[in-house]
């Protein structure tokens, strides 16, 4: 894919959606961090309806690390993979406590030593929380990337580190979300709706269903 055609696909994903954003609940890097690692193999709604009881009664290192495994267990019990999502919680929440002075550090090795914390999750929060250009590669973005041509890889890592050092500049710190949303709710893995897609005459897919 061609730098201009890239261009023209980013200007049309800003102008549709100027601020895009996670659809994870959260006011704080911490919830942000909480909520991510909950994520995993889990709905976006799904972990927003168990953040919304959890986080009254508990949304800080110490709170949560005072529910205790069994206790935090029970208050995201409705998430998939619940018990070892609260074991890696409850670990994560001693080491900010610890090594961190309740802080999220805003480093990928600080995040990256956490329990439960991959370079997909340090990706997210560095991105959201703290307004780094990174690239979260989840199954969306990868299969957008690979689909309309922005960048093909065999890899999650491949296809980061293609599409950090081919996005322009000005469309990074962004560049995440977009990807995101526009594989979750248009370029979907089964039935991609290209007939309603704004990028369909600029994405490289062969067989788009619905347009001829």
């Given at each position: 894919?061609?730098?201009?055609?890239?261009?023209?696909?980013?200007?049309?994903?800003?102008?549709?959606?100027?601020?895009?954003?996670?659809?994870?609940?959260?006011?704080?890097?911490?919830?942000?961090?909480?909520?991510?690692?909950l994520s995993a193999q889990s709905t976006d709604k799904g972990v927003n309806l168990a953040t919304r009881?959890?986080?009254?009664?508990a949304n800080t290192p110490e709170a949560i690390h005072a529910l205790g495994e069994a206790?935090?267990?029970?208050?995201?019990?409705?998430?998939?993979?619940?018990?070892?999502?609260a074991r890696h919680l409850i670990a994560t929440c001693r080491m900010l406590i610890e090594l961190h002075h309740?802080?999220?550090?805003?480093?990928?090795?600080?995040?990256?030593?956490l329990p439960g914390v991959g370079r997909k999750t340090a990706n997210v929060i560095l991105n959201t929380a703290f307004g780094q250009?990174?690239?979260?590669?989840?199954?969306?973005?990868?299969?957008?990337?690979n689909r309309t041509g922005l960048a093909p890889g065999k890899t999650v890592l491949e296809v980061e580190k293609k599409l950090l050092k081919t996005i322009p500049a000005e469309f990074r710190i962004?560049?995440?979300?977009?990807l995101?949303?526009?594989?979750?709710?248009t370029c979907q893995a089964r039935k991609p709706k290209c007939a309603e897609c704004i990028i369909a005459d600029l994405c490289e897919f062969k067989s788009k269903p619905g347009l001829v």
């Amino acid at each position: 894919m061609n730098p201009a055609k890239r261009h023209a696909i980013f200007s049309r994903l800003r102008a549709a959606n100027p601020h895009p954003t996670t659809e994870l609940e959260y006011s704080t890097p911490f919830e942000l961090l909480v909520a991510v690692v909950l994520s995993a193999q889990s709905t976006d709604k799904g972990v927003n309806l168990a953040t919304r009881r959890l986080f009254p009664k508990a949304n800080t290192p110490e709170a949560i690390h005072a529910l205790g495994e069994a206790g935090l267990a029970d208050a995201i019990k409705t998430i998939g993979l619940y018990k070892s999502k609260a074991r890696h919680l409850i670990a994560t929440c001693r080491m900010l406590i610890e090594l961190h002075h309740s802080s999220v550090p805003a480093e990928r090795a600080a995040l990256e030593a956490l329990p439960g914390v991959g370079r997909k999750t340090a990706n997210v929060i560095l991105n959201t929380a703290f307004g780094q250009p990174t690239m979260a590669v989840d199954t969306h973005i990868f299969r957008v990337a690979n689909r309309t041509g922005l960048a093909p890889g065999k890899t999650v890592l491949e296809v980061e580190k293609k599409l950090l050092k081919t996005i322009p500049a000005e469309f990074r710190i962004d560049a995440h979300h977009w990807l995101i949303l526009h594989g979750r709710y248009t370029c979907q893995a089964r039935k991609p709706k290209c007939a309603e897609c704004i990028i369909a005459d600029l994405c490289e897919f062969k067989s788009k269903p619905g347009l001829v």
